[in-house]
């Protein structure tokens, strides 16, 4: 996955495609006359382009693209105290999307953690991710470690892309998710590069959504990070029992249940 990717659509400029739509001609725009009267409306092929960019540019994982809060599975957890825990972080994640806009205004993120790996967090910041998108907001998604290696590219002087142009991508998108936050190994630049990037969106009010293996507290990430990151985001525990494995099985049996009844 490539960080630098742009949306290609902006929602007020126009529309480019490879073959005219009828509707519109491929300017995006349909005319309209009316008792004497010229005006446009957005084709759906805009909207359409719009929410394809909108994907492009949020770099989800494709392994998660049809995930979405009310597809979330909950019934994966086997152990009775996982199942109150997602519950409840489940519960506490609907009531933060119901309220989004205001949370949205606030600059009001998420920090989802366990210690366990696979238990789940990054198929939930995947589904709101995607929900996010629906709702029209433009999201980027990436692991830390993929921050890291972008920036390092950036150094590479037959990059078009430099760390400056890079850093600003990702503290001005409206919405950023960094995917295992803390499992990389923090090197005294890495912590200033994050500090960088956390402080101006703490600043700009802009919504961050983190997962990671460690509690806020445990993170080697200087005060100054952790301290923006306490005052911006709702802390979400998660169980502490994996079920990547249970849910990589049971899309195995469905599979091969289809196989079996073609």
């Known amino acids: 996955m490539t960080l630098s990717r742009k949306a290609s659509t902006s929602e007020s400029g126009t529309t480019s495609t490879d073959s005219k739509c009828q509707q519109c001609g491929g300017t995006g725009w349909i005319r309209h006359r009316e008792d004497g009267k010229e005006y446009f409306s ?3 092929c805009r909207k359409k382009q719009i929410e394809e960019s909108r994907l492009r540019f949020a770099n989800i994982p494709v392994t998660f693209k049809d995930m979405r809060l009310k597809n979330f599975n909950i019934a994966a957890y086997k152990d009775e105290k996982s199942k109150a825990t997602i519950r409840a972080a489940c519960k506490y994640i609907k009531q933060y999307m119901s309220c989004f806009e205001s949370e949205h205004k606030d600059g009001m993120g998420l920090y989802l953690y366990s210690d366990t790996k696979g238990s789940g967090k990054t198929r939930m910041a995947a589904s709101i991710a995607n929900e996010l998108v629906d709702m029209g907001y433009q999201v980027k998604f990436s692991l830390s470690t993929e921050i890291i290696q972008e920036i390092k590219r950036t150094w590479d002087r037959d990059n078009d892309l430099s760390e400056s142009k890079l850093l600003d991508q990702l503290q001005e998108t409206d919405i950023l998710v960094i995917d295992d936050f803390g499992t990389e190994q923090v090197a005294g630049w890495i912590n200033d590069k994050f500090y960088q990037i956390i402080n101006n969106r703490y600043v700009d009010h802009r919504v961050t959504i983190f997962t990671s293996n460690y509690p806020l ?3 080697e990430y200087d005060d100054r990070i952790t301290n923006r990151m306490k005052e911006v985001s709702y802390l979400i525990a998660f169980p502490e029992e994996s079920v990547r494995e249970k ?16």
């Open 247 to 262: 849910i990589a099985a049971e899309k195995n049996e469905a599979m091969l249940h289809r196989v079996a009844g073609r």
């Open 217 to 219: 507290e445990k993170l």
């Open 42 to 44: 957005e084709c759906e």
